[in-house]
């Protein structure tokens, strides 16, 4: 993931709305996966209302991504359905990156200090 990826990833969650974002963090960033069902009680909406809410953010996470990142969608489309892939498959690629990239991080200075 690079510098810009991550830096327009984290800009396009702080754009979400606090439901989006807390369903975006909570079923692709956390571990272990949540269910649709616990995200929706966490909520208090059903289980459908957390899929819903995780579509619609998976899908503007996608298109903020698209805009940050200078690959935005083409005048013209000739075909929808292969641009709305592409925006989802942008958001949810780089949240899986960002997600493996914070398993891997190793303890910061400070923590490793604190044990001293």
Same mark, same amino acid.
């Given at each position: 993931? #690079? +510098? $810009? /990826?991550?830096?327009?990833? $984290? ?5 979400? &709305?606090?439901? @989006?974002? !807390?369903?975006? /963090?909570?079923?692709?960033? #956390? ?14 909406? &059903?289980?459908?209302? +957390?899929?819903?809410?995780?579509? %619609?953010?998976?899908?503007? !996470? %996608?298109?903020?991504?698209? @805009? ?10 000739? $075909? ?10 942008? +958001? !949810?690629?780089? !949240? ?5 990239? +914070?398993?891997? @991080?190793?303890? &910061?200075?400070?923590?490793? @200090?604190?044990?001293?």
């Amino acid at each position: 993931m #690079t +510098a $810009d /990826e991550w830096l327009a990833l $984290d800009t396009a969650l702080r754009g979400l &709305s606090g439901r @989006r974002r !807390l369903v975006i /963090e909570l079923r692709f960033l #956390t571990e272990p996966r949540p269910t649709l069902k616990q995200v929706g009680q966490r909520l208090g909406v &059903s289980r459908q209302r +957390a899929g819903q809410l995780q579509a %619609g953010a998976v899908w503007r !996470l %996608g298109c903020r991504l698209q @805009r940050l990142l200078g690959q935005g969608v083409r005048q013209a489309p000739t $075909d929808l359905r292969a641009e709305i892939a592409a925006v989802e498959n942008l +958001a !949810l690629r780089l !949240l899986a990156l960002r997600k493996l990239t +914070a398993l891997k @991080r190793p303890k &910061s200075h400070a923590e490793g @200090r604190q044990g001293q």
